[in-house]
Structures are given as structure tokens and as C-alpha cells.
């Protein structure tokens, strides 16, 4: 098994998983997108729809379990083949949730060039730009060390330092 352990610092990163944690919780009980497949037929719907919400909220519970006790001992987390496509699809969910459900008001063009002056944003806000800029550098690192279309990691095992806003290993 192919592992890529992420040192993150618990000072910075612990308000962003409470803000996660709260956002995750949302989606137990309801879609990250409006869902309507067969409109025709309303038991399939919910059948679905009770699936959907189930899987993702699986997904959701895989990423917060990397944040669990060995995590508080040892400000690691471990993302290995067996995690990364839960992790990697809760990450993309919960971001989405969170631009939607907070960020709405910022530009797509300031998002994606992570332009936003954070002390433009009212609390919320901040606290949401910030899980989001987290979540995203998540993604960026299974990206960088998983080859997911062959379901393996790139080169052996390596140790990788959290390098967004909730990450490093610097005690500021």
C-alpha cells in the first residue's frame, strides 16, 4: 500500500475542521446539488436520493477520519490508496457545498486566482474561503502523488509538508 503522509500544524487547521465538521454535517441529510432523476417516478427518486446522500455522507466520514485521535497526536495525516478516492470525492463535495452556500458573493476569477483579501470578508466568510482554500489543497496533493487512473501512488512512500492556509508545520 502506497502512502503519503501530510504534516499539518493543529494550531491553524483545528478552527477549519470545526468549520468542515459543521459543513459535512449538512450533508447527512441533504444533497450537495439539487437531484431530481425521475421525475415520473417518485419512489425511484427517493430510493436515489437516500443512496446519494448515504454515499456521500460515507465520503465526508472518510475525510474527517483522518482527523481523528493519531491525527492529534501526531499532526499527520495519512492518505493511501485505500483513502484517496473517498477523501478526494468528500473534498470536491464539501468545497462545492461551501462555495455555494457561503462564498457565493465572490467572483469566480478571485476564487480560482486565490486573490481574496481576507480582511474584506465578513467571519463566515473568511472561515469558509479558508476551508475551501484548504479542501483544495487536499486535492492538489492526492493529485500530485496518486495516479488514480491506475489506482496507485506516484514513486514510493513519501512524507509531504501541508502547505495551504490550515497547513505547514511552522508554529507561527
Known sequence: MKRVDVRL?????????????RVADGLRSELVTPFEPAPDDP?????????????????CEEFLG????????TNVIQLSDENIEPVLRASNLLRMR????????????????ETVDLEELEQTEADAYVAFLFLDQV???????????????????????GESEGGGDDED
Open 66 to 73: 483522518l482527523f481523528g485521535s493519531e491525527f492529534f497526536a
Open 98 to 113: 461551501i462555495r455555494v452556500q457561503f462564498l457565493e458573493r465572490i467572483s469566480d476569477d478571485d476564487m480560482e486566482s
Open 139 to 161: 486535492q492538489k496533493i492526492i493529485l500530485e502523488h496518486f495516479d488514480l487512473v491506475n489506482g496507485s501512488a506516484v514513486g514510493a512512500e513519501s512524507t509531504t509538508e
Open 9 to 21: 500544524n493543529l494550531t491553524a487547521v483545528a478552527p477549519v475542521l470545526d468549520f468542515i465538521k
Open 43 to 59: 419512489e425511484l427518486t427517493r430510493i436515489w436520493r437516500e443512496e446519494l446522500i448515504a454515499s456521500q455522507a460515507r465520503d
